[in-house]
Antibody, heavy 119, light 109 residues
Framework: EVQLVQSGAEVKKPGESLKISCKGS????????IGWVRQMPGKGLEWMGI????????RYSPSFQGQVTISADKSISTAYLQWSSLKASDTAMYYC????????????WGQGTMVTVSS | EIVLTQSPGTLSLSPGERATLSCRAS???????LAWYQQKPGQAPRLLIY???SRATGIPDRFSGSGSGTDFTLTISRLEPEDFAVYYC??????????FGQGTKLEIK
């Protein structure tokens, strides 16, 4: 079964760092782009960035450039999203998703990681 | 930057009825790069349609997509109880960019 499994929910304080993960299985992890999508409470979907685990080529949405870092470790089929200094406004659900080749659509989604930032 | 505007914001229908959801782009979008997703409360989005009209794996044929240029439509021919959810359109553009519409909530009347 093709799936993406994300790390568990996190509760952090403002200013703390965080790295969440997304592990792929059931397919060639290095051959598909992986994207990250934010969903703030009660709101819609926002694309944050995308990485090709095969060579770690990474692209960011202008809205998130410099705010987060996307990386991948192909040896363990895992992509990451990290923050160096969290803000309360980073409170959201974060999804990773696999990009369907040739169509710019995300066909497989992780279950989501809820990040809560509160003092 | 292309903006996707979905209408209506909320659609109230009964099971068995036909649902028509609209997604309008601020500039022309390649049909190859227009997708629709369904999201139920507490769940991740699920890909329904890609390439404007191709159903994703396992999606029932009551879901269909159409359109080109700046106007795209998701149609659910006969609503089942499990179809009541939020629906998003999404486009891929150069740079790259992946833009989502703001969503249409399909609720039971």
């Amino acid at each position: 079964e093709v799936q993406l499994v994300q790390s568990g929910a996190e509760v952090k304080k403002p200013g703390e760092s965080l790295k969440i993960s997304c592990k792929g299985s059931g397919y060639s992890f290095t051959s598909y782009w992986i994207g990250w999508v934010r969903q703030m409470p009660g709101k819609g979907l926002e694309w944050m960035g995308i990485i090709y685990p095969g060579d770690s080529d990474t692209r960011y949405s202008p809205s998130f450039q410099g705010q987060v870092t996307i990386s991948a470790d192909k040896s363990i089929s895992t992509a990451y999203l990290q923050w160096s200094s969290l803000k309360a406004s980073d409170t959201a659900m974060y999804y990773c998703a696999r990009l369907l080749k040739g169509h710019g659509a995300f066909d497989i989604w992780g279950q989501g990681t809820m990040v809560t930032v509160s003092s | 930057e292309i903006v996707l505007t979905q209408s209506p914001g909320t659609l109230s229908l009964s099971p068995g009825e036909r649902a028509t959801l609209s997604c309008r782009a601020s500039q022309s979008v390649s049909s190859s790069y227009l997708a629709w997703y369904q999201q139920k409360p507490g769940q991740a989005p699920r890909l329904l349609i890609y390439g404007a009209s191709s159903r994703a794996t396992g999606i029932p044929d009551r879901f269909s997509g159409s359109g080109s240029g700046t106007d795209f439509t998701l149609t659910i021919s006969r609503l089942e109880p499990e179809d009541f959810a939020v629906y998003y359109c999404q486009q891929y553009g150069s740079s790259p960019t992946y833009t989502f519409g703001q969503g249409t909530k399909l609720e039971i009347k």
